[in-house]
Structures are given as structure tokens and as C-alpha cells.
């Protein structure tokens, strides 16, 4: 099958995607960037905004106060790709943006194409410079409008101490070389943070004392196959409880390929759920077994598809000899 032929001009296009990084370095040949804790979405802006998720949905209605952010073009058309987030506190706030507490704005980090000319091929060094060039830039703490977030060439430690210290999510390591390619995690980028975390595909629940939902069982895919790398218990508030139970369609068969005819011992009292909620998962490290270590819930991820809850979001995947391909 060929892969699709996007556009960065109109759309749509999905975004370019960061493995995650083991420790923060220094390297001349990277830039490095705050990761901000958002919502991803690709801004095309030119006499009107129009924004599209990283599900290729147009979400424009959904921030009307950001409908204006083709203001902060500096003439012409062009295709951003950046975070909607809501700041608290010095910083973003994911919880606050899905519960709409606080103006959202929008913080670009690439630029993937302007008046009429697709950008995706050029080196990122280059396409920052277009980017600072040709986007006016707000305050931090303002609401509404866009941050072009800014860089550091070579300085990954420091700029990481500064993130943790500020109670920010982590940085992103970025090849200064390297091309925008639309849906591809490749090791070009390569986000790094203060804990280990992957995003997981929710297939079952099972009951714990005095609730109807005490953990949930996880998957991630290899090709097609979701393959089960064990249940989650903790993290989770009692309101989180209610709006997973809320959330999910319950099924009659199991969602997971299983290489034995014998269940493992936790599906015991599981019951099966489609497999499209997708919930982030802090860990310390994943088995042989394939089975995530000290797994703590961390949130639902509606903006994400289960499509990319991949063995490849693991750096040292290649150990568990899994093939993360159809």
C-alpha cells in the first residue's frame, strides 16, 4: 500500500511524531524545545483560522477563542504546527484546557508551510527561523493568541533542569537537519521527561473493593495485534473513575491477542471493553514479559487515536523482540 500524499498547504496533514528519550544530553546537532502539555493541532492560517487535530478532525469551533490567530501572521498564509494549552500558574495546565478552566492559546513550534509553499522538506534549523520570521508572538501568560516557542541549539541539560525545576513536563530533542514527516515517530525527535510514560489502549476493566472499577487492562499494538501488557490500579480519582466507566462500550469478546487458550490470571472478573479510549500510563520499566512495572494512571488522552499506542513509544522496544509493523 503507498502512503498517503498529504497536503501542508490545506490540509489535512498529520502531525510529525517524538519517540521518547531515555536522559536529557547535550548535541550541536539538536535544538531543543519546551514540551508543552496540550492538545496537538495543525494551524492553517491565512484570511481566516482553521484548525485540525491530530486525528485530521477540524476542531475550530471547539476554541472559538482562538479564531482569530490568523491576526498573528506577519502577511501572507501559512501552515503551523504547534499545542493548544491553558497556562496556570507559569505553566500549562492539561487538566485546566480539557475542563475549559482559562482562555486557551496557541503555542507553534513549526512551520510547515507559507504562501503557498510547502516548508516540510527544508532542515527544522531553517524552518524556525521562517517561523520567528513570519508569526508574531504574545506573552506567556496571556490568554488567546500564539507563543512561538523558543529554542536552544546544543544545551539539552540545562534547558531540562530548568523544565523540572519549573514543574514542567520535559523537553524535546530535535535534529536540526531534519524534515517535517507528516504521522512519522521517528528518532529525529525525541521527547524527553521527568518520568517514563506511554500511551495505552484501554480493553477491559475489572471491579476492586467497593467499585465497579478498581484497574484497568492495557494494550498496546504490534501491527494489528493489540497485545495485553497488564492492568493499572492506582492514580485514579474517584470523578476519573466515573467518567472512565461513563466512557466505555462493553463488549462481549476479549479485544486482545492472547498465544495461549488459557486467560491470564488477571482477566479473571475482567469485562471486556472496545478498544478505543486511550489513557496515559506512567511506568519504570517494561518486561520481557511484556508487562509495564509500578503502571500508575495518568489520564484519559481523547485526543489521541489507539492507532498510535505503539510498542514503538518504548525507546528500548528492540529488546523485546516484537515487531511493531503491520
Known amino acids: 500500500m503507498r502512503d498517503p500524499v498529504w497536503d501542508p498547504i490545506n490540509g489535512p496533514i498529520p502531525p510529525m511524531l517524538a519517540i521518547p528519550g531515555e536522559m536529557a544530553f547535550d548535541s550541536p546537532e539538536h535544538l531543543?524545545?519546551?514540551?508543552?502539555?496540550?492538545?496537538?493541532?495543525?494551524?492553517?492560517?491565512?484570511?481566516?483560522?482553521?484548525?485540525?487535530?491530530?486525528?485530521?478532525?477540524?476542531?475550530?469551533?471547539?476554541?472559538?477563542?482562538?479564531?482569530?490567530?490568523?491576526?498573528?501572521?506577519?502577511?501572507?498564509?501559512?501552515?503551523?504546527?504547534?499545542?493548544?494549552?491553558?497556562?496556570?500558574?507559569?505553566?500549562?495546565?492539561?487538566?485546566?484546557?480539557?475542563?475549559?478552566?482559562?482562555?486557551?492559546?496557541?503555542?507553534?513550534?513549526?512551520?510547515?508551510?507559507?504562501?503557498?509553499?510547502?516548508?516540510?522538506?527544508?532542515?527544522?534549523?531553517?524552518?524556525?527561523?521562517?517561523?520567528?520570521?513570519?508569526?508574531?508572538?504574545?506573552?506567556?501568560?496571556?490568554?488567546?493568541?500564539?507563543?512561538?516557542?523558543?529554542?536552544?541549539?546544543?544545551?539539552?541539560?540545562?534547558?531540562?533542569?530548568?523544565?523540572?525545576?519549573?514543574?514542567?513536563?520535559?523537553?524535546?530533542?530535535?535534529?536540526?537537519?531534519?524534515?517535517?514527516?507528516?504521522?512519522?515517530?521517528?528518532?529525529?525527535?525525541?521527547?524527553?521527561?521527568?518520568?517514563?510514560?506511554?500511551?495505552?489502549?484501554?480493553?477491559?476493566?475489572?471491579?476492586?473493593?467497593g467499585s465497579p472499577l478498581g484497574s484497568l487492562a492495557l494494550g498496546l499494538f504490534a501491527g494489528r495485534e493489540l497485545i495485553y501488557v497488564g492492568h493499572v490500579g492506582t492514580g485514579f480519582s474517584e470523578d476519573e473513575r466515573i467518567d472512565l466507566l461513563r466512557s466505555f462500550t462493553f463488549t462481549s469478546g476479549i479485544p486482545f491477542t492472547i498465544e495461549t487458550h488459557r486467560l491470564p490470571l488477571e482477566f479473571r472478573n475482567t469485562r471486556w471493553v472496545k478498544p478505543d479510549i486511550v489513557c496515559e500510563v506512567s511506568y519504570t520499566e517494561i518486561t520481557g514479559g511484556l508487562r509495564l512495572r509500578h503502571p500508575s494512571y495518568q489520564r484519559l488522552r481523547r485526543d489521541k487515536p489507539p492507532s498510535e499506542c505503539t510498542f514503538d513509544q518504548i525507546e528500548d522496544a528492540g529488546r523485546l523482540g516484537i515487531s511493531t509493523r503491520p
Not at 493548544?84 to 500549562?92: E, H, L, Q, S, Y
Not at 527561523?129 to 544545551?155: D, E, H, K
Request: hydrophobic letters at 40%; charged letters at 25%; aromatic letters at 8%.
Open 32 to 209: 531543543f524545545e519546551i514540551k508543552w502539555d496540550g492538545y496537538r493541532a495543525i494551524a492553517f492560517l491565512g484570511t481566516e483560522t482553521r484548525l485540525q487535530s491530530r486525528r485530521l478532525r477540524n476542531i475550530t469551533g471547539e476554541f472559538p477563542e482562538l479564531a482569530d490567530l490568523h491576526s498573528w501572521v506577519c502577511g501572507g498564509r501559512v501552515t503551523l504546527d504547534g499545542e493548544i494549552v491553558v497556562m496556570k500558574g507559569g505553566r500549562p495546565d492539561f487538566q485546566a484546557l480539557q475542563g475549559r478552566e482559562g482562555r486557551p492559546i496557541y503555542v507553534a513550534f513549526d512551520i510547515l508551510a507559507m504562501n503557498g509553499v510547502s516548508l516540510v522538506d527544508r532542515p527544522l534549523v531553517e524552518r524556525k527561523r521562517m517561523l520567528t520570521a513570519g508569526v508574531r508572538s504574545t506573552t506567556v501568560g496571556a490568554g488567546g493568541g500564539i507563543i512561538v516557542t523558543p529554542f536552544f541549539p546544543g544545551r539539552g541539560v540545562l534547558l531540562f533542569e530548568a523544565a523540572v525545576e519549573r514543574g514542567l513536563e520535559g523537553i524535546v530533542a530535535k535534529s536540526a537537519a531534519s524534515p517535517y514527516l507528516p504521522g512519522a515517530r521517528t528518532a529525529h525527535w525525541k521527547k524527553i521527561r521527568r518520568r517514563r510514560t506511554v500511551d495505552c489502549v484501554i480493553g477491559g476493566v475489572s471491579g476492586g473493593a
